[in-house]
């Protein structure tokens, strides 16, 4: 199983791709989209509430019979911390192996500051996407140090796509088609999210 968290505000083309790139090159049977509801180490943009960043991953995943959506995240209300979540999925899920947790190559120096990290580190594989081949961002050596961790590096595709370039856009009356899945560009103008006109 994958594990792919994230604020998704809103999800995009280029997180579907992501994911697949990432089902396909470890043969996951499943990667489970699960939005964050508070993240511990950012402000969410776009004053929009959780529950519409939920039903916009919601459907995005339908267009994929690998994908799922889990809302445990947000049900559970709070700052959502990768730890809780993870031994949430064991037990729900039932799992025959340690999940792949997939992170930005931007989080490895930070790892170190996670809630209960060396338990997590036991519990789970991380897959860090690197961009061009390389780490980004402040990157540390602690992850090495890890008892029990299991680290994988995968080079991620270039896909020039961001969801604050898609939050901006919505807010300019610009088009945002071919940028996200046509059920969630429907439901941003169903919905008049991002304080925009879509066209």
Known sequence: MGVFGGTFNPIHI???RLAEDVREKFSLENVIFIPTNLPPHKRVEGRIGPVHRLNMVRLAARTNPHFKCDDIEIKR???SYTIDTVDYLYDKYSLDDKPYIIIGSDLVGEIGTWKEIGSLAQ???FVVLLRNGHLVGKNGSLHRDLPGS??????KRTI???SSEIRERVMQGRSIRYLVPDPVLEYIKEKGLYEGKLF
């Open 123 to 125: 519990k789970v594989h």
């Open 77 to 79: 209300g709070g700052v």
């Open 14 to 16: 280029a997180h579907l």
């Open 160 to 162: 020039d796509i961001t």
């Open 150 to 155: 299991s680290w994988h590096y995968f080079e």
